[in-house]
């Protein structure tokens, strides 16, 4: 359950790919029909649409190809000179990958941190083993508030609090939790 939790609320809860729709799966990054381990660090949130669409492709590839696919605007190509269009419809999928890579990383580098990971498992062992992926949503309903408020506060060790981050954040000042501390380092 806790991976669930761990990919599916990264990236605020949003497809890493498409980065609007909200996160209804786990995608391998680098494929695990080509060898990509079965990792957290090769898990990132998608959602269903641009999962399917996906499938085994990497994710330059998958860019790459979705943005090359859509017919560009022909004003300035000439019969002797088609390279204006074809130069910025590369260029505008080349800036859509680096867009998606950045995000992929960011992504990454969020589910492996190892203070949220040690926070996710401790507050996930109340939700059990999941039955079903509509359980999976509710749990994560459950959880998506109260994971914002941990990591306003530095992911807190649940076992040693016995509070939970909602009752740790209201502890603390208006000063300390707007952000105004210089050594807040969040």
């Not at 761990?6 to 996160?23: K, Q």
């Not at 040690?118 to 939700?127: A, E, G, P, Y």
């Not at 749990?139 to 109260?146: D, I």
Request: negative net charge.
């Amino acid at each position: 359950m806790w991976v669930h939790l761990a990919v599916l609320c990264a990236n605020e809860g949003r497809c890493v790919y498409c980065n609007e729709a909200r996160s209804e799966v786990m995608d391998h990054v680098v494929p695990f029909a080509h060898g990509g381990p079965d990792s957290l660090e090769n898990l990132v949130p998608a959602c269903d649409s641009c999962n399917e669409s996906k499938g085994d492709k990497t994710p330059p590839e998958w860019v790459m190809t979705t943005h090359l696919r859509h017919p560009w605007n022909s004003t300035d190509a000439t019969p002797s000179d088609p390279l204006p269009d074809l130069r910025r419809l590369y260029e505008h999928a080349h800036r859509a990958c680096e867009e998606t890579l950045g995000r992929i990383e960011a992504t990454i580098e969020e589910t492996s941190d190892k203070k949220r990971r040690k926070w996710i498992l401790v507050r996930s062992l109340q939700f059990g083993i999941p039955r079903s992926r509509s359980h999976i949503a509710f749990c994560r309903a459950t959880f998506e508030e109260e994971l914002k408020f941990a990591k306003a506060v530095g992911f807190p060790d649940p076992r040693s609090t016995g509070t939970s981050a909602l009752e740790l954040l209201s502890r603390q000042s208006p000063d300390e939790t707007s952000g105004t501390d210089s050594t807040d380092g969040l």
